[in-house]
């Protein structure tokens, strides 16, 4: 799938290529328009001559909530080319500009969480109300929120194809990262293990240290097999240790961010996340 290309001046990114090993996904909290999106990064300056360079690779159209236009849903732009970088995860650590150099960053134009008011309707944050077929009512609250912005079809769909091309592309492998978290919510800690058998059982489960590594099976509570259990039954869009520290592989921007509630846990999501 080929994007449209909307580069951003070449201050507004790094142009130096970096190898790439994860992608992480973002929403915009605002309008369905990606060419919008990426003009405001151009705009987006320290000062009158220095820009800040936050901006993601790619972004894609959404749906317009008003029905005017959806020219735009599922179309896909791109700021710069995917071997170059800008900051887009902005975490308050020093790993900060490893991880923005090593990943490959996707903004899906949506408004996000969705507050319902007196008269009944659904407002974002921004006052903008959502009609009821742009409405996603979680099963589960996160971070406090049930109702979101819905992600359209169109978007999935060319979500789905671009993940695909840059996986072929840049050898990333989809199966790491929220995948793997995702279907480590499907195996419940059975009752009564401890030890040994419940240190095979994590590993034969795929639950592993804060580094993404298998932990020993001695038998012992060590601090490896404490990071394992401490990630049995967590939302798999929640701040997650291997993501921080660098492993490869598809994530959330909420892996990262324990303040932001972007990518957020939506069935079609989840489910074209576990097809990949």
């Not at 419940?188 to 590993?203: D, M, R």
């Not at 795929?206 to 509570?221: L, S, V």
């Not at 909420?254 to 576990?274: F, H």
């Amino acid at each position: 799938m080929n994007p449209i290309i909307q580069h951003l001046d070449e201050n507004s990114y790094y142009s130096e290529p970096h190898p790439k090993d994860a992608i992480f996904l973002h929403h915009t909290e605002g309008y369905y328009r990606p060419d919008w999106v990426i003009s405001s990064w151009d705009r987006n300056k320290t000062n009158s001559t220095n820009k800040i360079r936050t901006a993601a690779c790619l972004v894609i159209g959404g749906k317009d909530p008003k029905g005017l236009d959806n020219s735009y849903n599922g179309v896909v732009m791109q700021a710069f080319p995917p071997n170059a970088w800008a900051h887009n995860l902005s975490i308050k650590s020093k790993s900060n500009t490893f991880l923005n150099q090593k990943s490959i960053s996707i903004e899906l134009c949506n408004f996000g969480q969705l507050i319902e008011s007196l008269d009944g309707g659904f407002y974002t944050k921004t006052h903008v109300r959502i009609p009821e077929d742009q409405i996603c009512e979680l099963t589960h609250p996160f971070r406090g929120y049930t109702y979101f912005h819905l992600y359209s079809d169109k978007q999935l769909e060319s979500l789905r194809k671009m993940l695909l091309d840059l996986s072929e592309r840049f050898e990333i492998d989809l199966s790491r990262g929220i995948k793997k978290e995702i279907l480590k919510t499907e195996s419940p800690l059975p009752e009564g293990i401890s030890g040994l058998k419940l240190q095979k059982w994590l590993n034969k489960n795929g639950f592993t240290d804060a580094w993404g590594m298998k932990i020993h099976e001695t038998g012992e509570m060590d601090q490896k097999t404490r990071e394992a259990l401490e990630s049995v039954g967590k939302n798999p869009f929640s701040l997650n240790p291997i993501a921080l520290n660098g492993g490869p592989g598809l994530w959330s921007h909420s892996n990262v961010r324990m303040d932001l509630l972007d990518v957020t846990p939506q069935p079609k999501l989840i489910e074209l996340i576990k097809s990949l």
